[in-house]
């Protein structure tokens, strides 16, 4: 099952910059998606081949709790929670 972090630090020092999702590669077609307090979503991922910065269309999401929710497909169910971005 996939082991999902519940912060990043997405500061460029090089350690822990992007929310990385152990074992997901193991569901090619995963959906991950990313959303703020508001409901807005501001990350959208088929396959989980690049790690997610903290950014939203370039530009970094300001600190706080967001929310994901995870679709491995396959049959398997739905994983859901908060993600902190710290800085």
Do not use: H
Request: glycine share 10%; hydrophobic share 30%; no cysteine.
């Amino acid at each position: 099952a996939p082991v999902v972090p519940n912060t990043f630090t997405p500061n460029n020092d090089g350690i822990n910059d992007v929310w990385n999702i152990k074992y997901l590669d193991s569901y090619p077609n995963v959906i991950v998606e990313v959303f703020n307090r508001y409901g807005e979503r501001m990350y959208y991922s088929v396959g989980y081949t690049a790690p997610w910065d903290g950014r939203y269309k370039g530009a970094e999401l300001p600190v706080g709790t967001y929310y994901y929710i995870i679709s491995p497909g396959s049959g398997r169910d739905k994983i859901a929670g908060p993600i902190t971005i710290i800085r």
